[in-house]
């Protein structure tokens, strides 16, 4: 398995729960610490400290420091690159079907065996 692959394998994992993805969603709109991402969730810090974890191994998140605040960061590069894998399948799957339905077209175009020898 190659690096982009296992990057891929992770990042997906990580948006794979809903609270990560709320708070890739939250920090789409700026930073934001610890205490601003846990707001909205009826969990504990330690909690969403483990969330953020898993979205920062993955590479989706960074944290910073600024005096005493550890503000969380989007890391877009790690969205763009699944984003552009889903737009890559997206465009060999949308080839595979329109070749499907030419295929289809023409075999509802041929007379039948039956038609043609009557």
Known sequence: MTVVQEQLDSTFAA?????RRAIVARLARGDATVNELAAPFAMTLPGVSKHLKVLERCGLISRTRHAQFRPCHLERAALDSAASWIEESRRVWTERFDKL??????????PSQDEATQ
């Open 15 to 19: 948006l794979a729960d809903p609270t």
């Open 101 to 110: 339905d030419e295929h289809l077209r023409d075999l509802q175009a041929k």
